[in-house]
């Protein structure tokens, strides 16, 4: 059964939603916390766009692998399983 997330006049799926807003987010968050709470960010070569677009692209990359990694397992052990862990 899917979800929708209704919107006036059309209905959009919960997926792309979802992780369209965790992507914006995340990449906000992290340069709003970088500029806060680490002052080695603050070096001048710091913001150009090969550092962030690298820092990004791990990130994401990275949480891409995990997600799927564990939607693998979780496909062959079952759900109920993987919800002990």
Known sequence: MRTY???PG???DQIPASTFICSVLAAF???VIGLIFNPVWAKPRAFELWP???LLI???ASTA???LLW???VHHIGASTASLF
């Open 58 to 60: 791990s990130s994401w």
């Open 29 to 31: 968050g992290l340069v």
């Open 52 to 54: 962030l677009a690298v």
């Open 5 to 7: 997330i209704d919107v």
């Open 65 to 67: 692998l995990g997600a």
């Open 10 to 12: 059309r209905q959009r």
């Open 71 to 73: 939607n693998t397992s």
